[in-house]
């Protein structure tokens, strides 16, 4: 929900500061940039003194920074706090895929992580609630002070979260294994799958994040700006359909890799994603995006679901969170140059045009995902 704001106030924000689709797209690549750092330094600090210690520091951050883009009175402050943001963000996936990997037995631990993941679904339908509810009211503004609420949750994990057992008694074991992930990912046992893994991830994000932050904006546009010129409720649903979509994707998707595999489910997200995708962003008619937006979101968000499970089951305890972490922030990296890249390309010529780009990037990952090993069933050591 909180990084999703940002996409859904992006015009509001254009207009407000006088700046064009490009620059608007350089902000939300600075929020990347930081949450690929982010995403390491939390993996580290989890290997180093727990996942649950690691979860809440994230989510305080970037909650609190959520509220302070609210207080942007220029540019540039709207860029740090976004950058602060980005930390805190890359942090909490990364130790919260490894909490929930370490807690669920081989055979579930595809769905477990599915419905971990299509949290990010019922965040972004919640973004786009709280918009169409606060934005006519109190403004672009308001619904960044809003963004605060999820430090309450920090509460609730410290008090009723334990650390994995499997975490607790590595640590026992191995005290002297803490912080020393790093050169060990890259040793000759692990080198491969994290080049590829990193890879396969910089593909997907390039691609979720040059669409899902263009989405909001593409549906709200005019036709003459090369929009389809919904209402702000009317966006607002249309995106809540997305939603629902990709929701359904997360979830499917665990219950799909538990049963055929990961690399099969990769596989066949991945390629109707690359397929969907150039046909989205050529509809202009409601109805069209209506029925096709549900589908863009299934295909084109839940292959994430599987992304904390085949990273976990490829790297030992010792070194998972600094690895999950490490490929997942490093692999978001390539995603930020995407808001820019299909903002400047869809000013230029057009959001179909600039959607291709999208469909290029998940034909890529679905090549690299087939030289992933297939790891279904692994017991973690």
């Keep these: 929900m909180d990084v999703q704001i940002y996409a859904l106030v992006l015009l509001e924000v254009m207009r407000d500061f006088g700046i064009d689709s490009g620059t608007g797209g350089d902000l939300a690549s600075i929020t990347l940039l930081a949450s690929a750092a982010g995403g390491f330094l939390f993996g580290v600090l989890a290997d180093r003194v727990g996942r649950t210690r690691a979860l809440t520091a994230s989510i305080l951050l ?53 419905i971990m993941q299509s949290a990010w679904a019922v965040g972004y339908g919640l973004a786009a609630a709280l918009t169409a ?3 006519p009211f109190f403004g672009w503004r308001g619904v960044f002070f809003a963004g605060i609420l999820p430090a309450l949750i920090t509460l609730w994990i410290r008090r009723r ?68 010129g919904l209402t702000l409720v009317g966006s607002s649903l249309w995106i809540i359909a997305i939603t629902v979509g990709q929701f359904l994707g997360y979830v499917t998707f665990g219950f799909i890799a538990d049963r055929f595999g990961r690399r099969q489910a990769y596989l066949l997200y991945l ?28 295909f084109g968000t839940g292959y994430f679901s599987g992304f904390a499970a085949i990273t976990a089951e490829l790297f030992p305890t010792r070194i998972r969170a600094t690895a999950q972490g ?51 069933g692994k017991i973690l050591d």
């Design 62 to 114: 970037y909650s609190v920074a959520t509220a302070a883009c609210g207080l942007s009175q220029t540019v540039t402050q709207l860029a740090i706090f976004r950058f602060f943001l980005g930390l805190g963000f890359g942090g909490e996936w990364a130790t919260g895929a490894a909490l929930v990997a370490e807690t669920w037995p081989a055979e579930h631990r595809g769905k477990a992580l599915g």
């Design 133 to 135: 509810i606060v934005l």
């Design 161 to 228: 979260v334990s650390e994995p057992e499997i975490w607790v008694q590595t640590r026992k074991e191995q005290p002297k294994s803490a912080g020393l992930g790093l050169s060990e990912i890259f040793s000759p046992s692990y080198r491969r799958h994290a080049v590829v893994a990193t890879l396969m991830n910089a593909g997907t994000m390039f691609a979720w994040w040059g669409l899902f932050t263009w989405i909001p904006t593409y549906l709200k546009l005019s036709p003459g700006e090369g929009g389809a």
């Design 326 to 376: 490490f490929t997942y922030s490093v692999g978001r990296i390539a995603s930020v140059a995407a808001p820019s890249i299909v903002g400047r390309l869809a000013r230029s010529s057009g959001f179909g045009t600039a959607f291709l780009i999208i469909s290029a990037a998940f034909l890529f990952s679905a090549g690299m995902s087939s030289l992933l090993p297939e790891t279904k």
């Design 271 to 298: 390629l109707v994603a690359a397929a969907v995708v150039p046909v989205y962003g050529m509809a202009r008619a409601p109805w069209a995006l209506l029925v096709l937006g549900p589908i863009v979101g299934f």
